[in-house]
């Protein structure tokens, strides 16, 4: 059997198209190039593996060769036809570049008779392919980490410490949780457990022996197939594995016992694991299984002896009794801001997991930040919220979204069960936005900065208006004159004019840009909302916190060279200062950091893994701008307030953490606080009472913080 049918192994091509296309930029002769590299490497990868083949079917890895020939070949086929031929600037190209392009497009249309025959032949013969086994292994949040070793035992030299004499029989090709618990207890370093479930269900909760060590290994059942050795294992299977779990396997001969385990519904797995380990001669005595899996470990040991903390499936009411709404609609004509009062029940958090769709983890993740906001979800629990679409919206999405949120927090509050699927609001994302179909692993940030501006839009109250009219270079330096607070003001009461909507209630804020010219010293400020702030990582910095990042975002940074400002006074581009603040915090502070940026020196995208501290609790004060005078302060109370009066102290409800390399593979993942508890929300699998300590940790992408 084949890991991937042909349809698959089409998808895959897709995954790699878009890898180059994160690479790299379009409208530029380098970036061209650097296509004709790409399609170039993908060509010679193809030939690499058809010499691998060999004339007859009599190699054992025939398939896989054919399979990772197709691929490379698929991939450079389509670089070739469908990428560079759209890319603008391709008739500079052409000249540039003819010959180069002409005499690869020979050669690769040359081969299609080839890769057609192996085309038919995938499709009557399925097989491994440890090319395919790695592009699946790196979407694992483990793929990138290791565990780490003790300090004291060198890699290489790895082996269990000794402890108390092995003396218990087992005589079946089972062990019970009683038996393996007191294993684990007296015997912790002559134990191998090898969990055969998914990576993502492994990093969630496995059995730990309870030595301090952790001797356990994740195979992922897709890696295990009929024939294979416990060496095929090794090499193939664990390709991708962390170096730590790779050399626990290795040295397995060491141990006394090998115990497998999985879920009910992977039975069939386990036991051809069992059959292929059964043949390794190397190892001491027979490998076993738990006998009832890791349902039954969950069920027969107690909460407090899980380690670390396994996760309850039981859920209780979030939202209490049905929330109450008095909601007074805004007409469209009145200028006035809706006056929106909504009063929650409190009640014991409800919590349940969100199925994965395939690759959606990224929304999931988003979704339970979201829902732990009351006023937010509120709003949408009854069918008020009708009453503030607006179907004439420019940007809306003629109110599809917003009922499509509307139903799924009516699924999630209503749920009885452990978990929802949220297929109708999948559907309505992908409808609205093509690039959040299904199937595709993108962003979450980016979903969440598509999620609360259409949910915005849609929800807009003056959405249709006329956009206010720009000012005039006049009232520019009228405004430029103001002191900051109260042309910020000014700025926001102009831009309510245009937007009104729960999202903007809850979630926008404002923030500003000013440049300063070195040589005259004017000024010249804009004033833009924002829904989340988007924060630089300081790299000159060993231990970074979330301060660090607001300095960095509100620094000041000096334009030169080709991006010197065109200064008005000076009529010329000059050296200038730009500076960002920010003048208006809104009640759900939401903060990104920027973990990938592009290395121009080779078009790749990196990740920035440095682990930021943040804190649970959070003040603003210091970055929202004071009045500097008796009369600003007079002046600032004939103008609208809008809930910008300190303090602004902040708490902490989520973080939703990203593992792996990019942005468009590894997993997403979120813990959220709901009703003063931590739970950490892996898709449809959910852990509660989460310790503080874990929730900063070194894969936050997202914070969520809630004004007190």
């Not at 004033?527 to 060993?542: A, K, T």
């Amino acid at each position: 059997m084949t890991c991937q049918s042909v349809e698959e192994l089409d998808a895959i091509v897709e995954s790699k198209l878009r890898e180059v296309d994160n690479k790299v930029s379009n409208g530029n002769a380098d970036f061209i190039k650097h296509y004709l590299i790409q399609a170039m490497n993908y060509y010679d990868k193809y030939r690499s593996e058809i010499k691998k083949i060999g004339p007859t079917e009599k190699n054992p890895k025939y398939y896989c060769f054919q399979e990772a020939a197709y691929v490379n070949y698929k991939a450079s086929q389509a670089l070739l036809r469908e990428r560079i031929p759209k890319l603008p600037g391709i008739g500079g190209y052409k000249s540039a570049y003819s010959k180069i392009y002409r005499e690869l497009i020979e050669m690769v249309e040359g081969q299609e008779h080839e890769i057609a025959q192996i085309k038919s032949c995938l499709r009557k013969n399925f097989c491994d392919d440890a090319l395919v086994l790695r592009l699946r292994s790196l979407k694992s949040p483990s793929a990138t980490q290791s565990k780490s070793l003790p300090d004291s035992t060198p890699t290489s030299q790895f082996k269990p410490k000794p402890s108390k004499p092995f003396s218990i029989t087992i005589n079946e090709d089972y062990i019970s949780v009683d038996q393996l618990s007191g294993l684990l207890k007296t015997n912790p370093n002559d134990i191998l457990l090898i969990d055969l479930r998914s990576r993502q269900e492994y990093d969630v909760y496995h059995i730990e022996d309870g030595s301090g060590v952790d001797m356990s290994i994740c195979i992922e059942p897709m890696s295990i197939r009929n024939g294979y050795t416990a060496e095929d294992l090794y090499q193939l299977s664990m390709a991708v594995n962390p170096d730590y779990e790779r050399i626990l396997f290795k040295n397995r001969s060491q141990y006394e016992l090998l115990v497998c385990y999985g879920n009910h519904d992977n039975e069939a797995t386990v036991q051809m694991f069992m059959t292929i380990m059964n043949k390794d001669t190397s190892l001491k005595r027979r490998s076993v299984y738990l006998k009832s899996g890791i349902k039954g470990w969950n069920q027969d040991l107690s909460f407090q002896d899980l380690k670390p903390n396994g996760y309850l499936t039981s859920t209780t009411d979030y939202f209490g009794n049905t929330p109450k709404h008095t909601i007074t609609p805004k007409s469209s004509k009145s200028s006035s801001k809706p006056t929106l009062k909504t009063t929650v029940n409190s009640g014991p958090a409800h919590t349940v997991g969100i199925n994965n769709l395939g690759n959606t983890c990224y929304m999931n993740c988003i979704l339970q930040c979201l829902l732990e906001s009351d006023k937010f979800v509120s709003f949408f629990l009854q069918g008020d919220y009708k009453k503030h679409i607006n179907i004439n919206s420019r940007l809306g999405s003629r109110g599809i979204l917003a009922t499509g949120f509307h139903l799924l927090v009516l699924l999630v509050s209503r749920s009885s069960g452990k978990t929802v699927t949220p297929s109708s609001f999948a559907k309505d994302v992908s409808t609205v936005n093509k690039n959040f179909k299904l199937g595709e692993q993108q962003d979450c940030f980016e979903f969440l900065d598509f999620l609360l501006d259409s949910l915005h839009e849609d929800l807009n109250e003056c959405g249709n208006e006329p956009p206010i009219a720009e000012l005039t270079p006049e009232e520019e330096k009228l405004r430029e004159a103001l002191p900051l607070r109260i042309a910020s003001t000014i700025e926001w009461e102009r831009y309510l004019k245009n937007n009104l909507s729960i999202v903007e209630d809850v979630f926008q804020g404002q923030y500003f840009s000013r440049l300063e010219c070195t040589v005259c010293k004017s000024t010249s400020t804009t004033y833009n909302s924002f829904s989340s702030l988007s924060l630089p990582i300081p790299l000159d910095r060993q231990n970074v916190t979330l301060d660090d990042c607001f300095q960095a975002f509100c620094s000041v940074e000096e334009l030169n060279g080709d991006d010197r400002w065109n200064c008005p006074s000076c009529k010329k581009k000059q050296v200038a200062f730009k500076k960002l603040g920010i003048s208006r915090l809104p009640s759900v502070l939401i903060v990104h950091f920027k973990r990938f940026q592009v290395k121009w020196e080779t078009g790749h995208i990196i990740k920035i893994d440095k682990f930021i501290s943040y804190p649970f609790k959070l003040s603003m004060d210091k970055y929202w701008p004071k009045a500097q005078s008796e009369e600003e302060l007079r002046n600032l109370e004939k103008l609208p307030s809008r809930n910008q009066n300190p303090p602004f102290n902040y708490r902490l409800t989520g973080v939703a953490n990203h593992f792996g390399a990019r942005t468009s593979s590894g997993h997403y993942t979120s813990y959220v606080q709901k009703a003063g508890q931590w739970y950490y929300f892996d898709d449809s699998a959910v852990t509660n009472n989460v310790d503080r300590h874990k929730i900063v940790n070194g894969n936050a992408y997202v914070l969520f913080y809630r004004r007190n």
